[in-house]
């Protein structure tokens, strides 16, 4: 049986991932430093439901599971010998890379919260690269990106590389990164300290340029309460199709961000479980640095406002939608036209948003909604104070 080392175990990705590569008979161990959970704290903020300790999930899941348990262990990326001691250890065949800040709003709440987030996101990494390349050289890394590395371009948006000519030569180059903030600006760092390890030391790694990922459940996370990941709708972690389902089920207005023309790639909790394990099964090669656009559709913000906003009409909910000034920078029109043909050819069947899943959401949300605290719903960090 194949092993694979989890990093970010207590995240609302990372917990799901454990549990559904456990079902498929992967031999998983966690590692998580619970930084996450300290912002929370640091801002009065709480996921839509309660979530247990780790110690209590993993003790839960391994009951019910005699024969697919997992292992935790608590650390840091930043501590380049604890990485390298998990490492030593568990001997991993496939690392995934979760463990990341990952609030775009966060990293622009000020110098603080910027350093923090490209020190613990760059370093940490490069800690990982290290302890690869002296212990487990020929372990396949995947590694969590953003589709936001791209920005908003004026042309097609490629899968980690674009062909240019220039005065009569051409070469292979990094798709040029325009980051949305400075947590974006990590994950574009991430990924060229990335290429250069798999070019010098012929690492494998794959870099999973995810786009906004929604919705509560994942098969596992349902087969009991306490095993639920981390659901967020407040302005730091909650992302926004998450954020309109909550403000939907509560009688607040759906809160787009300027105009709502702006466009981003989106995916089901449930594709981003699908697309890890075929990016597993399909891994990157000695040497090699393969990028996959992980995504199943494109929306613009008003579209996805005006698609809840209908669904909820639909069981009697009267949502409306505001149209507030936009705290973030970002091109109110723009071209936007990207691919996920990589994850497409490798076997992934988006499960495309429909009316009949927001609504299953917003029942669930509102059977929740005694926890739903308005108060961090309102965004509150510029990107231009
Ligand atoms: N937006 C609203 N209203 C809201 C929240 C967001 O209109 O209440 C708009 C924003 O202006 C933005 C878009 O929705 O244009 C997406 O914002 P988001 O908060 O859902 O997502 P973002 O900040 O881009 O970050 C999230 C995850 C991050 C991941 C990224 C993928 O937090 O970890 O890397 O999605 S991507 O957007 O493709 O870069």
Not at 94 to 101: C, M, N, R, T, V
Not at 288 to 299: A, G, H, I, M, P
Request: glycine fraction near 6%; hydrophobic fraction near 35%; proline fraction near 4%.
């Amino acid at each position: 049986m194949k092993k694979v080392l989890i990093l970010g175990g207590d995240g609302y990705l990372g917990w799901p991932t454990a549990m559904h590569l456990a079902k498929k008979n992967f031999i998983v161990h966690l590692v998580d430093n619970f930084s996450k959970r300290t912002i929370e704290n640091e801002n009065s903020i709480t996921p839509l439901n309660k979530i247990e300790t780790m110690k209590t999930r993993v003790g839960l899941w391994n009951q019910i599971n005699n024969k697919k348990k997992l292992t935790f262990s608590f650390g840091d990326l930043l501590n380049h010998r604890f990485i390298y001691e998990e490492l030593k250890r568990f001997k991993p065949d496939h690392i995934i890379h979760y463990a990341e800040q990952p609030s775009a709003p966060y990293s622009m709440a000020g110098r603080s919260q910027a350093v923090f987030t490209q020190k613990n996101n760059i370093i940490g990494s490069l800690n990982l690269l290290f302890g690869i390349k002296k212990i487990c050289p020929n372990a396949h890394l995947l590694k969590l990106g953003t589709m936001g590395v791209y920005g908003t371009p004026n042309i097609e948006i490629e899968e980690g590389f674009l062909k240019i000519k220039h005065k009569g030569r051409s070469e292979n180059a990094q798709y040029p990164m325009k980051p949305h903030s400075y947590y974006h600006c990590s994950k574009a760092s991430d990924s060229v300290n990335l290429y250069f390890a798999t070019r010098t030391w012929k690492l494998r790694a794959t870099d999973l340029n995810q786009g906004v990922v929604y919705g509560i459940d994942t098969p596992q996370t349902v087969l009991e309460n306490k095993l639920s990941t981390s659901f967020h709708y407040d302005h730091i972690f909650g992302t926004v199709i998450n954020r309109f389902m909550v403000q939907a089920a509560s009688n607040m207005p759906l809160l787009v961000y300027g105009t709502g023309n702006q466009t981003r790639t989106f995916l089901n909790i449930n594709d981003t479980l699908q697309c890890v394990e075929l990016a597993i099964k399909n891994p990157a090669k000695k040497g090699e640095y393969k990028v996959r656009n992980q995504f199943t559709e494109v929306f613009s913000v008003k579209e996805l406002a005006l698609l809840v906003q209908k669904a909820s009409r639909e069981i009697g909910i009267k949502a409306k939608i505001r149209y507030i000034n936009n705290p973030r920078t970002e091109m109110s029109q723009h071209y936007y036209k990207p691919t996920n043909k990589s994850f497409l050819k490798i076997g992934l069947k988006p499960k495309k948003i429909s009316p009949k899943f927001i609504i299953n959401n917003l029942e669930k949300i509102y059977k929740l909604r005694k926890n739903i605290d308005k108060k961090i719903i309102i965004p509150k960090i510029k990107w231009n104070n």
